[in-house]
């Protein structure tokens, strides 16, 4: 597909519309029964080009399938997956039929040949799909093209006629950036094989194409070395994955289309590295596994030669595990305090000419460079490792500005982005999903801009265990999905909302657990008490943002994540469809906007009594009184608020700030969590006075 | 543990709770908080001896663990699965530790020996526990009665101290029943191993025993045969567990204390069996795989030698794979028109004087008994097995009626009791959990009558997928479990009640789906509309009981079960607290009562609005529509019962007669649900015009 297929996007939505609601008149006096006006239901990311018509393909258990062109295993376990999935949208069966000629099949699959032995960026995603009343055709050009013709196809699946149809519809597709990813960051907490493999199945759902392993850190060496076994005996508590576990990861992202690039950060952030070897270290031993989260001192000695043969051999054993052409020599925060005080590195300094420490990591990262190359690997690393001499055909991965992104593309260096891509800092779909990669100056172009293969979402470990770490993925990650494959026109917020709302479920069933640890989370928290009250609560609240919980006390990885800023959702779906009652309203002042803003401010001003009572035997609550308490201030003086507007009364002049002061007060944070609520409380109560609309 | 030790369970109780009053006015001294007045949480079954003192131990990470005497891998493995659910109910990390001596473990675990090499009926299974603030104690002479006991406490942990403890406890317990058992159809829907596993995990933590798995019906042959592999390739669709899947079952079961015994269901219900093996049947073929219910025509035909042939090297491979003592042959609903119609099996009863089909059938059972005989195989069969010549040593599993379990034991045979537990009746667990299993005549007794062995609750498998499965097992099974292993005295309902809904998170917290598939499902049915007024209507219905379902429409098993009946849960919670506040103010008439009741007859009136605008474009919801409407209806005349009870009038003569009326004319069923709040209503209608209390 040519980039001249891919028409504009919002003038084909018009096109669209008018065509579907043509349609649906149509529809309607065919089968009598009303159609959703938004039969894209839940698409995200959201294709290059879609068009959809009137008619729908009756979904039923019996969908034979016949395949054109190339086939192969893999393939076939994306079809076993594909049924799979639509018994879990629609509850029903669907046995894998086989049709022996187009005419008899429900689903034609053309596929032109496997795609990449070894998936690299290059790997051609794109395929077309197109529905009619009567038939399913997907064409691409590799299997993986397929795949992601199939997980369109899944979300195109939705309630209609007698049970489920999927909409007539013309698609032609292909991602934006070809480097989408997600960052697991499996050291700080360990993530177990079933936390991996249930993501892989939700990336693969909205289109991500690189599972980027975060194996190393102080807190953990989560990697079985056969070749240094007191790697992993010394430096996991017995946490890491198997060769045999790698293995099966690399294989079972292969079979969804994904990549796994490994990350071994070195030099800094090695401390379970020196636990079993000391002799690596800038420093004397012995090391301990550190159990603190931070920038801590140990670091390699690249003065070292040893360093390099232990790596060359490392690296060689790492090779046979990972095909993917591109290791992670991670690169970040090395805060240099280890070389400062040793002599001899201080000697070899001045030795080498290197003016400073910056320059020493400069000179270990093209010794790792040229070892890596000798293996067939390109390095990636994060931003600092951007100084000069970094050996060109290295790919710099941004998280401490977009600015560094563009350096380093100035400079001739391929580029990654997670910058504005944290998931881990708690930020809203929107904020992520606004985060353009275009660098800054000339409007973002739907051709990705050259040298910037794409971006990666970071999921740091800190605060997160396997319980919880699905919620704090998913599913925000869908918005971030769509950035990178979509065309960037694409960017309405709250037809992107509309959407993740859709595909938050569709993940749900095919087993993402966002949502399901959640409740238990919070019948947890409750103990033997009915969860309704904590839920109102726990609805409108969020985890702190950024690095603040970390000031919050000192969290350690024995610190039990089991509290209510673990069970709150990092985005209170709750807060923002109040804001848009309350933007409404205001713009407005119609009585059923005041009704549902009322209603819902009462629900949290009387919700606090409900509470207490569940807190007098609950430990884990306690710390929420507060929270609880403030929540019920803050929504009686919303009401207040509410009461002044509506009667077009003039209060005093010292009202607003006295009480916008009582609501700044009320904000906290108590217990780590923010009160969601809060600036759409001071909106209403800064309009108090305000000329009526 | 003699019968002796095992006091009466109430004047236990009476003791207990006079020293937990003591002891919490003692805690509340030292650490000045108030603390659950039912230290047992969510203990099911109840144990025989329990004993609750004042104090608690504080359950954090560290919990090192010592085991005096016997140990093994088993045990190794069962201690692992105890730290992963506490895991689970706490949210924090249980690494598994291990103490030296006792005085640094905080679990001392006494294992007498690793109990017996295949488990029987006659496994000693009894344990005892002592929890004090410093250390948890549990006894037992074999490693299943390690397992139960540790079973016992990870049903204390509970809210408490900073975070979770269990309570300071002594437990001297042991089973009233051996034989405690579910049965899991796989043939009539398959059921995959996923959905057998969760199953056992559950299972294990209410302390059943015996997982009787249905692994051939007329509608599948669910089990690979590498003697005779036209039975699986023919018979199943595909859909059978592999040899290895069910050596794996087996060890997964034993790991948990659990007996596998299989059932090979015949001469009947063999449909299957004859699509690749026509020659066993007593009418000629071809057969197909049956997709319907009911009882069929197909069944073996016992008058010829080769069928004994068949079957002896059949259940000879069988018992190479499943190694429990017994072995169920089914035996069932045999309707006999084949071997009426077929003149050479009319022949062979003239010839053995055989005076009936009965006695044909018993004369196959003798056949059959003798080969699983030589294969050191007792055999077990439905009730209609008991005929006269059944060999002494076979077991009899009563379903059509207690009474033919009464006739079983009269005749020498030990006998299993499964009328009362049909799970797939729907049936509230307070009927389940009053089945008694003594004999009529006579008070029961807590210690086991002679020859019942136990109980068997049966989930068959015509209505229920992998998704829904879990909902019509969990968590009325508790309550069977109880029934089972505790003490015949425990039977006091509402307590029942209280702790089921804790055994119920308890159960989801360990991966039983009960909960969670149910809210998918709703979701599922509503589409792209909030769920929350679907949620109101599925809150207060429930399936049609009994057989009611398959009068309903022509089910086969390709009908999907995707609808409302499916998501509904077989015992609307909701009516059950209904029933309790009405059965409250019609014996008080509180202010207080009258609101709540009042609340929830207006939340059903006003539910019906809400719902509609959901259902104009969920095809799945539309037959509910009439189902909403009439508990809008029913709810209105609820509340004007209340306006009339609260106002004192006496209302015309016809007027109760008319209501009560429309109610039972409301009371549908449609879409195959009943509102389960109807008799409630009926109740505040009959009482209206009644002595005021």
Chains 1, 2 share one sequence.
């Not at 209609?160 to 597709?173: K, L, M, R, T």
């Not at 919050?552 to 469809?577: C, F, G, I, K, M």
Request: aromatic share 8%.
């Amino acid at each position: 597909m040519d980039r001249s297929d891919v028409a504009d996007y919002k003038s084909l939505m018009r096109i669209t519309r008018i065509r579907v609601v043509c349609g649906l008149s149509l529809l309607l006096l065919s089968c009598g029964r009303s159609v959703a006006d938004h039969r894209d239901r839940g698409l995200m990311p959201m294709p290059a080009k879609i068009e959809f018509a009137a008619a729908s393909l009756q979904v039923d258990g019996h969908l034979p399938i016949m395949i054109v062109g190339h086939s192969d295993a893999r393939l076939q376990r994306a079809i076993d997956q594909f049924l799979q999935h639509l018994t879990a949208y629609t509850g029903q069966e669907f046995p894998h039929g086989v049709a022996d000629t187009p005419d008899q099949a429900k689903l034609v699959i053309r596929c032109a040949g496997p795609g990449q032995l070894v998936q690299t960026p290059d790997e051609d995603e794109s395929y077309s799909l197109r529905v009619t009343a009567e038939q399913i055709q997907l064409n691409a050009a590799t299997v993986v093209g397929v795949l992601r013709g199939l997980a369109t196809l899944e979300q195109l699946v939705q309630p209609g006629g007698n049970g489920f149809v999927i909409p007539e519809v013309s698609i032609e597709d292909k991602p934006r950036f070809v480097w989408r990813g997600l960052l697991i960051d499996v050291c700080r907490h360990w993530q177990p094989m079933a936390v991996i493999q249930r993501n892989l199945d939700a990336m693969a759902a909205v289109k991500l194409n690189v599972l980027h392993l975060h194996l190393t850190e102080d807190q953990g060496f989560r990697v079985e070395s056969r070749r240094f076994p007191r790697l992993h005996e010394h430096g996991s508590d017995g946490k890491y994955f198997t060769q045999e576990q790698l293995r099966k990861i690399v294989a079972y992202a292969r079979d969804r289309g994904i990549r796994v690039v490994p990350e071994f950060d070195m030099p800094g952030h090695t401390t379970s590295w020196l636990v079993g070897h000391p002799e690596l270290a800038a420093a004397p031993g012995p090391y301990r596994i550190e159990r603190r989260w931070g920038v801590f001192d140990p670091c390699f000695d690249p003065t070292r030669e040893a360093l390099y043969e232990f790596l060359d051999a490392f690296f060689s054993e790492m090779t046979a595990i990972f095909p993917d052409p591109y290791m992670h020599i991670g690169g970040d925060e090395v805060n240099g305090k280890q070389w400062e005080a040793n002599p001899q590195i201080q000697a070899f300094l001045k030795r080498e000419s290197l003016p400073d420490l910056h320059a020493l990591q400069a000179y270990f990262n093209r010794r790792v460079a040229a070892i890596l190359n000798k293996h067939g690997k390109t390095m990636v690393g994060w931003d600092e490792i951007l100084h000069e001499g970094l050996p060109q055909g290295c790919v710099v991965q941004s998280w401490r500005g977009s600015e560094s992104l563009a350096q380093a593309i100035e400079r001739g260096f391929d580029g990654i982005l997670s910058s504005g891509f944290y998931l881990d800092h708690q930020r809203p779909a929107s904020f992520h999903y606004l985060n353009e990669l275009q660098p800054t100056g000339g409007s973002p172009s739907d051709t990705r801009p050259a040298r910037i293969l794409g971006g990666e979402a970071c999921m740091w470990g800190e605060y997160v265990t396997p319980e919880t770490i699905d919620s704090r993925i998913w599913p925000r990650l869908a918005a971030i999905a769509e950035r990178l494959w979509s065309p960037a026109s694409i960017k309405d917020v709250d037809d992107m909302y509309r959407r993740l709302e859709q595909v938050g479920h569709a993940l749900d069933a095919i087993g993402a657990r966002h949502r399901t640890n959640r409740g238990r989370m919070l019948h947890r928290l409750a103990g033997r008490h009915p969860i309704g009250a904590l839920q109102v609560l726990a609805a409108v609240v969020e985890p702190v943002k950024f690095y603040k919980r970390s000031a919050a006390r000192p969290y350690t990885n024995h610190t039990p994540l089991n509290r209510l800023v673990d069970a709150a959702r990092p985005e209170s779906q709750v807060a923002r469809r109040f804001q848009l009652e309350v933007r409404g309203f205001l713009s407005g002042r119609s009585a059923d906007a005041s009704r549902a803003i009322r209603r819902r401010l009462k629900s949290w001003r009387d919700n606090h009594q409900a509470l207490m009572s569940a807190i007098r035997d609950a430990p884990l609550l306690e710390e929420v009184a507060p929270v609880s308490r403030n929540l019920q201030l803050i929504a009686t003086l919303g009401l207040q608020a509410m009461d002044t507007i509506e009667s077009d009364q003039q209060p005093g002049a010292d009202w607003k700030a006295g009480v916008l002061a009582a609501i700044e007060n009320a904000a906290g944070p108590h217990a780590e969590v923010d009160i969601a609520v809060i600036a759409t409380v001071k909106t209403l109560v800064e309009s108090v006075g305000s000329a009526k609309p």
